[in-house]
């Protein structure tokens, strides 16, 4: 059975961190890209950040970059995004995403994606 499960979401103040996880599970995460994307109330999903299939890299939206790391762990099958200074236009539900063989930039444009996590929300707030 095929799975994208997100956790770590939560509660934090400005300036704080979170690391979230998409643990996968039915297919080998690193024949696949995999994307963050979020979700703010009244907002259209954006994409956040992803890691290529193989050694294709990373990448990152102007909005994060410096403040967010992509990373994924083989052995695990699962990919991370460490969160830091953490601002309240960060505020959103927070969704991985899979896409078999693609490349980091295609699944930002919601190319070839097969699967979607069902999202975790992070609330930046003082």
């Known amino acids: 059975q095929i799975l994208l499960e997100e956790s770590g979401g939560g509660l934090v103040q400005p300036g704080g961190s979170l690391r979230l996880s998409c643990a996968c599970s039915?297919?080998?995460?690193?024949?696949?890209?995999i994307a963050w994307f979020r979700q703010a109330p009244g907002n259209e999903r954006e994409g956040v950040s992803s890691?290529?299939?193989?050694?294709?890299?990373?990448y990152y939206a102007d909005s994060v970059k410096d403040r967010f790391t992509i990373t994924r762990d083989n052995a695990d099958n699962t990919v991370y995004l460490q969160m830091n200074n953490l601002q309240p236009e960060d505020t959103a539900v927070y969704y991985c995403?899979?896409?078999?063989?693609?490349?980091?930039?295609?699944?930002?444009?919601?190319?070839?994606?097969?699967?979607w996590g069902k999202g975790t929300l992070v609330n930046v707030s003082s």
């Open positions: 890691i290529g299939a193989g050694d294709d890299g990373t």
């Open positions: 995403a899979a896409a078999r063989g693609g490349t980091r930039l295609a699944i930002l444009y919601y190319s070839g994606i097969d699967y």
């Open positions: 039915g297919f080998t995460v690193e024949t696949y890209a």
